[in-house]
């Protein structure tokens, strides 16, 4: 089984919303840190949300922050990251990605890129003024 699946994404106007999901694996999914990263082209690769799939406050990254949300389904073993607000500068790649037994205070914290152990496939997101 795949750990991370993508899905969602895709181009909005300024001003408007998207959702994108990550269907996990269970063993990706339970007791982990869940988040989502983005990369445009020529920037390093970003941490814009997490959270802890078993409990904690979600970390977002200040130029997320009042317009996205990420958000979880249980049942599903996914992770959504709503996006409202959308501007210009969030046109990036998205991914998802799994951390492995790092604990909840590391997740609420921010996440780095070389702890996570799981990607997803990346989606496109693409924002016009």
């Known amino acids: 089984q795949v750990p991370l699946v993508q899905s969602g994404g895709g181009s909005a106007q300024a001003g408007g919303s998207l959702r994108l999901s990550c269907a996990a694996s269970?063993?990706?999914?339970?007791?982990?840190?869940l988040a989502w990263f983005r990369q445009a082209p020529g920037n390093e690769r970003e941490g814009v949300a997490s959270?802890?799939?078993?409990?904690?406050?979600?970390y977002y990254h200040d130029s997320v922050k009042g317009r996205f949300t990420i958000s979880q389904d249980n049942a599903k073993n996914t992770v959504y990251l709503q996006m409202n607000g959308l501007k210009p500068e969030d046109t990036s790649m998205y991914y998802c990605a799994a951390s492995l037994n790092r604990g909840r205070r590391y997740c609420s914290s921010g996440p780095s890129e070389g702890d996570f152990e799981y990607w997803g496939q990346g989606t496109q997101v693409t924002v016009s003024s």
């Open positions: 959270l802890y799939t078993i409990g904690g406050t979600p």
């Open positions: 269970e063993h990706a999914y339970k007791g982990n840190c």
